[in-house]
T-cell receptor
Framework: AQKITQTQPGMFVQEKEAVTLDCTYDTSDQSYGLFWYKQPSSGEMIFLIYQGSYDEQNATEGRYSLNFQKARKSANLVISASQLGDSAMYFC????????????????FGIGTKLQVIP | EAQVTQNPRYLITVTGKKLTVTCSQN?????MSWYRQDPGLGLRQIYYSMNVEVTDKGDVPEGYKVSRKEKRNFPLILESPSPNQTSLYFC???????????????FGEGSRLTVL
């Protein structure tokens, strides 16, 4: 089974609108972390936001928020007030076994969602 | 400046000619890892290291070797490159995740390798 599933290969959003990028995950660990990274056309990987499995509140970082639904194993990224500079590839990732000794080595990425912001 | 540095950034080589992609970090991170990125496949982990002299295979280790003799360096070695290793390679590092540390991965700028 896929550890990280991103089902939207491409998305369009109007500038200034909000957009949700979907991510579901699969793990049997109790302690894990979920990340979102942005990759613009220039190629670098930019960390956006983190959610720990024990965090009770959804993470927020500026215009980014993570809609964490633990029972459904989903960690969707919400970008509010989209900007042209948000056009990029977005990757969801999971780090498993955080509290297990030596168990933090696995960081699995999804295949990404390409977001295009329309003026 | 905190950074992960990869070299070379771009390389064109021929089948069978051994090459090494270097990776160095200045953040005293315990964990280092190599990924390859291919269209439609996302990032796939090749090898990782949890500390000096401790390395293990990721999801796609075939055709690659690594070593971790110093904490800051984690080179990726292609002993006999083949065209299917043409890809964009990323090195990444992090602290060990803890209560107040997310274990966020810091990435290098990527190395684009073409094997003819």
């Amino acid at each position: 089974a896929q550890k990280i599933t991103q089902t939207q290969p491409g998305m369009f959003v109007q500038e200034k609108e909000a957009v949700t990028l979907d991510c579901t995950y699969d793990t049997s660990d109790q302690s894990y972390g979920l990340f979102w990274y942005k990759q613009p056309s220039s190629g670098e990987m930019i960390f956006l936001i983190y959610q720990g499995s024990y965090d009770e509140q959804n993470a927020t970082e500026g215009r980014y928020s993570l809609n964490f639904q633990k029972a459904r194993k989903s960690a969707n990224l919400v970008i509010s007030a989209s900007q042209l500079g948000d056009s990029a590839m977005y990757f969801c990732a999971m780090r498993e076994g955080i509290r297990r000794s030596g168990g933090y080595q696995k960081v699995t990425f999804g295949i990404g969602t390409k977001l295009q912001v329309i003026p | 400046e905190a950074q992960v540095t990869q070299n070379p950034r771009y390389l064109i080589t021929v089948t069978g000619k051994k090459l090494t992609v270097t990776c160095s970090q200045n953040m005293n991170h315990e964990y280092m890892s190599w990924y390859r990125q291919d269209p439609g496949l996302g990032l796939r982990q090749i090898y990782y290291s949890m500390n000096v002299e401790v390395t293990d295979k990721g999801d796609v280790p075939e055709g690659y070797k690594v070593s971790r003799k110093e904490k800051r360096n984690f080179p990726l070695i292609l002993e006999s490159p083949s065209p299917n290793q043409t890809s964009l390679y990323f090195c990444a590092s992090s602290f060990r995740p803890a209560l107040h540390n997310t274990g966020e991965l810091f990435f290098g700028e990527g190395s684009r390798l073409t094997v003819l």
